[in-house]
């Protein structure tokens, strides 16, 4: 099993910046696809961004590229979200999740297996 746990959400005003942390343990492996997703009210949810640790590989949906930034702490098993220049759309509850297996990499959520409990985002305009 592995476990993850998030930080970092919060409010914050459009044109605002935050920054959300993913931690795993538990039975993980060395190196591993890790990613964000999001969900906002009434709509499915979405792949933002993943990369497989230990590697400069690194995904992202079209609607954040450029404004959010996937980085990662190999060693601690954590990942992070960088999101900038935020905007009311970006209003969701964000997960982590790690890929179900040790070897691949994308942003499709059925790929994933372990998900964390989520975190709000808000952005006002």
């Known amino acids: 099993q592995v476990q993850l746990a998030e930080s970092g959400g919060g409010s914050v005003q459009a044109g605002g910046s935050l920054r959300l942390s993913c931690s795993a343990s538990?039975?993980?492996?060395?190196?591993?696809?890790m990613g964000w997703f999001r969900q906002a009210p009434g709509k499915e949810r979405e792949g933002v961004a993943s990369t497989y640790t230990g590697t400069i590989n690194k995904y992202y949906a079209a609607s954040v590229r450029g404004r959010f930034t996937i980085s990662q702490e190999n060693a601690k098993n954590t990942v992070y979200l960088q999101m900038n220049s935020l905007k009311p759309e970006d209003t969701a509850i964000y997960y982590c999740?790690?890929?179900?297996?040790?070897?691949?990499?994308?942003?499709?959520?059925?790929?994933?297996?372990?998900w964390g409990q989520g975190t709000q985002v808000t952005v006002s305009s």
């Open positions: 538990g039975d993980t492996y060395d190196s591993v696809c």
């Open positions: 999740a790690v890929f179900r297996r040790s070897y691949g990499c994308t942003l499709n959520e059925h790929d994933f297996a372990y």
